[in-house]
């Protein structure tokens, strides 16, 4: 094989080379936007997720003070029964 031909398929090896590496970067830094950004969709819906274990650990609280507010107000009266159905 010529010198010539030789130094023509290694820069067109090179060449390809560089097209692949370039392919990779631009891959990679693709990945690290979409991580980043699935990061804060995640770190969204934790927060969502919080504020709504928090309003319903409230809403458990209020109704469990009503009915015992209720069950000591149907308690004083004597002889009355709540019928279960």
Partial sequence: MKK???E????????????????????NRKIDRVAA???????????KID???ADLKKEIKTV?????AHR???EIHRGYRVAER
């Fill in 4 to 6: 010539e031909h030789l």
């Fill in 37 to 47: 950004d699935l990061g804060q969709q995640i770190a969204a819906v934790d927060k």
């Fill in 64 to 68: 469990a003070s009503d009915l015992a």
């Fill in 8 to 27: 023509v398929l290694l820069e067109d090896i090179r060449s390809k080379v560089e097209v692949i590496a370039e392919g990779y970067d631009l891959l």
């Fill in 72 to 74: 000591a107000d149907t």
């Fill in 51 to 53: 504020r709504v274990a």
